[in-house]
Every structure is written in C-alpha cells, then in structure tokens.
Nanobody
Framework: QVQLVESGGGSVQAGGSLRLSCVPTGYTYSSGCMAWFRQVPGKERDRVAAMHTGSGLTYYADSVKGRFTINLDNAKNTLVLELNSLGPEDTAMYYC????????????????WGQGTQVTVSS
C-alpha cells in the first residue's frame, strides 16, 4: 500500500517561493505517475503538475507553467514541487498523489493521497 507524506507548505508574500516535498513509502510502480493537486474550499481538486516515473515526462496546468517545477529526487526518494512567482491565486491545500500507469488529470484516477500541506500567499 502506497503512503504519501507531504511537507513544505507555509505562508509567503506574493512573488515568493516555496518548495513542497512528498515522500512515498510502498511505491513500487516501475511505470506510474506521481502528481501534485491543489484544492480550495468549495472547489474541485485540480492537478497542477505530474510526472510519469517510468518515462520522466512531466505535465503542468496552464496556470502554473513556467512558475512551478516538478521533479523526483531519486537519491532522497522524494517528489518535489518548486513553486515560484507565487500569487494569491495559488493559495490552496496542496496534495501529493500517485497511481499506477499513465498520468491522468482527474483526481478520481489516483489511488494514493497524502494528507495535504497548506500554501497561503498574501498580496
């Protein structure tokens, strides 16, 4: 069973940066997908970035392209999301997720979830 633990959220001013980390345990997908989603109260959980761990392909939501970077630190067994040029619109709870196989956009396709880490950006 895959378990995911996120860390690294916090409060920053607009224009600032944060680094989110997700440590998986029990992740044995030789060809799987790890992703970051975010959610604000009353809205759906949206995917912001994903990485296929087999091919290394990455995917980004249009709203974060050029500002967020997803990468896998194999030495530390950690999925990282670098958040730069943050704006108030990035305020949300951020979740790490994983699934076997291809990367999909819908949150319902992912079977493993972390507990979430809050990101708050003030103007």
């Amino acid at each position: 069973q895959v378990q995911l633990v996120e860390s690294g959220g916090g409060s920053v001013q607009a224009g600032g940066s944060l680094r989110l980390s997700c440590v998986p345990t029990g992740y044995t997908y030789s060809s799987g997908c790890m992703a970051w989603f975010r959610q604000v109260p009353g809205k759906e959980r949206d995917r912001v970035a994903a990485m296929h761990t087999g091919s290394g392909l990455t995917y980004y939501a249009d709203s974060v392209k050029g500002r967020f970077t997803i990468n896998l630190d194999n030495a530390k067994n950690t999925l990282v999301l670098e958040l730069n040029s943050l704006g108030p619109e990035d305020t949300a709870m951020y979740y790490c997720a994983a699934r076997q196989g291809l990367c999909y956009e819908k949150s319902t396709e992912y079977v493993a979830w972390g507990q979430g880490t809050q990101v708050t950006v003030s103007s």
